[in-house]
Structures are given as C-alpha cells and as structure tokens.
C-alpha cells in the first residue's frame, strides 16, 4: 500500500475514471461503477430483483439510458446527453417527440442563480422525463419547434450493490458506506467511493481487531435493501461510518449517530480534536446520506456520516460544478488519514481488568519502568500505565483513559499493551 500522500493521486485516478459513467439507483452504470472498484479491492456482488420487498419499499425498476438530446430545426443538439450524463432528469421514461419551445420548458431544469452550471436532478418514483442543462444555454434558445429524444428503458431488472470485506479477529463488525448512485458528481460521491476503496486497502494490510464490511450501494434503497437482507446478522454490527462529500477543499465534519454517544461518535470526537485538524461535529438529524437508514429506532445502530463539507452546504452541491477541478487528491487522503486514525483507535480500544488490585503492583521488578528508559516521554509513559491500572476494572475503556488523563491515545495503548504483556491487566 502506497503511503497515504501517494495514495490521494490513486484515489483522484480513480475518480477520474469514475466520473464520465451515468449512475442512478439502478442500472448498468452502477455495474460498470463496481467492475472497477473491483480492480482494486475484491467485491461480491449482489443482484435483487425489481418487486422485492425491502422493508416498507419495493425495488423500482431498473433504468438504462443509451442517448438522450435536444436537437433544433437543424438538427443541431442543443442539449446532449454525451457531453454530460447530468443532462437527463433521472430516471427519464422514453420519448421520441417534436414540440414547441413554450411546452418543452415545462421539462427543462435550470439553476438561474448559477446561469453557467447543469443541475443535477432525479424523479426515481414517478414517471416522468426531462433535461437540466445551464440557464445561459435556454436564455439562448430562440422560439421554434425542437426535437426531443430520450433513448432509455424503464423496466423489471435488479438493483445492484456490492461488498467488501475485510476480516478482523472476532466476527463483530465495521460498516462503512458510501452511496454508488450518482452520476458525474466528484465530490458527492465519487470521492467518497474512492477513499472507501483505498480504506479497504489499507485495513488489509494488517489483521484488525474487527471485521470490516464495505458497502457499495445506491442511496436509501441500497442502505435499506441491505438492511432488510441482512436482519439476521444485523447484532453483529457494532459500529460503522457513512462516507460522503471527502474530496472537497472543506474542513473536515462528523455527524453523530442517533444516539449521539455511540463508541464511533466518542472515537471521532477525539481522534479529530487530537489531530488539531480545522473540523466541526454536528448532531443527528434524520435528514442526510445512510446514517438515517442505519440509525432508524427499529435498528439504531452507531453509524456517524463522516465528510468534508456536508451535502447542500456549498454552491457547487449537485451541479455540474461538483466536477474534477472541485476534489483533490490531498484533501482525499486528508480524509483517508482520518478514517485510519479512527479506526485505529477503535480497534485498541479494549476494556481490561487489573490483575492486581490490591495497592499498586511493583512495576520496577517488572522490568517495566526499565523499558521505558532513554525515551522522551518517560514520565508520560510512566503515568499511562498507572492510569491504566488504575482504570482496569472491566468497566474503563483505553479511550475512557485518554480522556480522563489528558494522555494521547496511543501511549496508553502502548502502555496496556505492556501491562499485559507482564501479565498485570487482562482484556
């Protein structure tokens, strides 16, 4: 695995080769999505049939889309879909027809705030069809009859997500997520997908304490199609992360799972504040990417939404803006950084009972106070153990004793692993 610096130009190739494929909740573009996320990291992929009940919705539909354009009287296309697959509505039905400027309007999308930008826009459950393009491209069009085409298919297929997993040593799991839905939308959520990915690689290299499982999937139907496949296992899932949004030049934002003191919400809040990294943490709200979905009453899981800035919260969100010059590689591997920091804590944060109670253990005849000869930060070290024994009463974690010491992580994780390895504390 390349370092992580390295890895932010791997992870912007990857958006790059993503970026041109027309995504949608279903369809070959999700398909195509998954067969190159799977050069990287191995994926099984799943195919549920349209009509399948999931939970309290039904798998729609599956849409393709081949051409799509608006042309005028002399057959020049004014609008066309192979210039950008933003330029189509969702899920367009077919059409094939001849109409006035006046009556086509009544299916054209425009941003007049931002008369150079494509919006980006869906009409997944009612059939409908139409085109987005830029306010200054209508403002240009004179009064005439226009040709319309919408060369798609709207019929039973299957709706596709994938998975990866990474084995840990105890079958309790990781989600981490991120939606494969959209189309030429860099930041939301290509980068996402991309740092997923390279997440994946990266936890691989070692043996984690947890399994990790990767979900690839459509947004909202994806989530809670894998919900409602996966209820049986569902108690296996300790923690998880959404990732959407983390390629943008944004300060770094962690949204809370539903029940606000998950053990992902404590790992975030401190692995950022520690980092002194630029960021903020906001509470749950039932309106967002897949946290909603895992963190519905029925499941309440602690699942955190993990992003730059969050949807809707910058000008370029949705548009034709959200492009290849918007992401970077270094705020992807930023992001990448991040996730490994957290997930890192999370792994080592292991609650131990102190073997030795009774007044505090001679840790000199030990040989521990010896090991820690010649390092710089002997007296910190020397405090994590005493803290750690002093907090191993089964009830503590590792990050109950950062926190309440003011010590970073990772010297009590180095200083429980001592204790252990002299038989003073057991996990």
């Known amino acids: 695995m390349a370092p992580v610096t390295a890895a932010g130009d791997e992870m912007y190739a990857l958006v790059e080769r993503l970026y041109p494929l027309?995504?949608?909740i279903t369809g070959d573009g999700v398909r195509a999505t998954l067969e190159i996320v799977g050069e990287y990291v191995p994926l099984r992929v799943h195919e549920v049939p349209t009509g399948t009940q999931v939970l309290d919705w039904t798998v729609p539909q599956e849409w393709n889309i081949r051409d799509a354009y608006i042309a005028d009287a002399t057959g020049k296309r004014v609008v066309d879909f192979a210039a950008s697959s933003l330029h189509v509505l969702g899920y367009s039905v077919p059409v094939s027809a001849?109409?006035?400027?006046?009556?086509?309007?009544?299916?054209?999308?425009?941003?007049?705030?931002?008369?150079a930008w494509v919006p980006y826009r869906t009409s997944y459950y009612q059939p409908e069809w139409g085109f987005c393009l830029t306010q200054e491209t209508l403002d240009a069009l004179p009064d005439g009859e226009y040709e319309?085409?919408?060369?798609?298919?709207?019929?039973?297929?299957?709706?596709?997500?994938?998975?990866?997993?990474?084995?840990?040593?105890?079958?309790?799991?990781?989600?981490?997520s991120c939606h494969v839905c959209h189309p030429s939308l860099a930041n939301d959520n290509l980068a996402g997908i991309a740092v997923a990915t390279f997440l994946a690689r990266a936890l691989a290299e070692r043996t984690p304490y947890y399994t990790y499982r990767f979900v690839f999937a459509p947004g909202t139907i994806g989530a809670i199609t894998w919900l409602a496949r996966n209820t049986d296992r569902i108690d296996r899932v300790k923690h998880g992360l959404v990732l959407a949004c983390a390629g943008d030049p944004g300060r770094l934002t962690y949204k809370q799972s539903r029940r606000g003191d998950a053990e992902i919400d404590r790992v975030m809040r401190h692995v950022l504040a520690a980092s002194k990294r630029p960021h903020r943490v906001t509470e749950f709200t039932p309106y967002g990417y897949d946290e909603r979905q895992f963190c519905s009453p029925g499941f309440d899981l602690g699942?955190?939404?993990?992003?730059?800035?969050?949807?809707?919260?910058?000008?370029?969100?949705?548009?034709?803006?959200?492009n290849l010059d918007f992401v970077s590689p270094a705020a992807m591997a930023d992001t990448l950084a991040l996730c490994r920091e957290a997930f890192a804590v999370l792994d080592r944060n292991r609650r131990y009972v102190n073997l030795s109670p009774y007044g505090e253990p001679h840790l000199g005849r030990r040989g521990l106070y010896d090991a820690l000869g010649g390092r710089s930060d002997t007296k910190q070290a020397q405090m994590a153990m005493l803290w750690?024994?002093?907090?191993?009463?089964?009830?503590h974690g590792l990050l109950d004793?950062?926190?309440?010491?003011?010590?970073?992580?990772?010297?009590?994780?180095a200083a429980a692993d001592a204790l252990h390895g002299a038989g003073l504390i057991k996990a």
């Open 22 to 24: 027309c995504r949608s």
């Open 388 to 395: 750690v024994l002093s907090l191993s009463d089964g009830e």
């Open 148 to 176: 319309v085409c919408v060369d798609s298919t709207l019929a039973d297929g299957h709706l596709t997500y994938a998975e990866h997993v990474v084995p840990g040593q105890v079958p309790d799991e990781v989600i981490v």
């Open 401 to 413: 004793v950062a926190e309440r010491s003011g010590l970073p992580f990772d010297t009590v994780a």
């Open 303 to 322: 699942v955190g939404s993990l992003s730059r800035t969050p949807y809707a919260g910058y000008p370029e969100y949705h548009t034709s803006a959200d």
């Open 98 to 115: 001849t109409m006035p400027l006046a009556e086509l309007r009544g299916h054209l999308y425009t941003l007049p705030e931002h008369p």
